[in-house]
């Protein structure tokens, strides 16, 4: 999560640099080779990752009602392969690749947002934006993505709150009455943004989601951001 000046960014059709690391398509597979310094605790952090997609999607949607901030994914159903030779680790499991962009920076439009995708049985991938707005209606995406790369729009079920993090970000998931959504895990705790494991209820069936919340006047508060540099080093 270091950031870097243009200077240190290259971009070709199939390969892209950010520093000394760097992602590739090798024509089968996502190839993305590090090399960074962990923080806070200054460590290497060097190795390869892989993502193999099941199927390529097309789908981009508008976040907000201006349409300058957009998401999609692009292997929505994917299988990850991870080698890490420092620190020593390495496992395998189902992935997710998506894509986010912008014409202005988040905090204009956007109060907060709460997001899952959790694997279905029939190896499909179900996602959920839940978008609140400055101004405007909240925003709702459920969509559910074959292995194929074709997908569907579902109704996405009521919103329920869930346990605030230590740091006391808000969290929300969109779970079917009946079977309340839990926090299983929390992965990420930070000031203005949360990753945990859930469990719920999502068309039919009993799923685990990786699910995300952001807090956006938390990121721009002053506080924080004297914060940031500690986590995210600015490099030219």
Request: net charge positive; hydrophobic share 35%.
């Amino acid at each position: 999560m270091t950031e870097r000046s243009k200077s240190s960014v290259e971009r070709s059709a199939r390969g892209f640099r950010v520093g000394p690391s760097s992602l590739r398509w090798d024509g089968r597979s996502l190839v993305i080779d590090l090399d960074e310094v962990g923080m806070p605790i200054p460590q290497r952090v060097r190795g390869r990752v892989r993502v193999w997609p099941q199927g390529l999607s097309s789908f981009v949607a508008p976040l907000d009602d201006g349409g300058r901030h957009r998401w999609g994914p692009i292997a929505p159903c994917a299988r990850v392969e991870v080698e890490l030779e420092q620190p020593g680790a390495r496992w395998a499991g189902h992935a997710y690749l998506d894509s986010n962009e912008g014409d202005e920076p988040i905090s204009r439009p956007f109060h907060e947002w709460d997001w899952s995708r959790a694997s279905l049985r029939d190896g499909s991938t179900a996602v959920i934006y839940d978008v609140r707005q400055k101004q405007g209606a909240d925003r709702v995406i459920a969509r559910r993505f074959r292995a194929d790369g074709r997908s569907e729009d579902f109704q996405a079920p009521p919103r329920q709150q869930l346990p605030h993090t230590k740091w006391r970000i808000p969290r929300a998931m969109r779970s079917e009455p009946g079977d309340p959504a839990r926090v299983v895990q929390t992965l990420e705790d930070t000031p203005f943004y949360s990753r945990s494991l859930l469990s719920s209820q999502l068309l039919g069936e009993r799923v685990t989601s990786v699910h995300e919340s952001l807090s956006v006047p938390r990121v721009v508060s002053r506080t924080v951001q004297l914060m940031l540099p500690w986590r995210m080093p600015r490099v030219r």
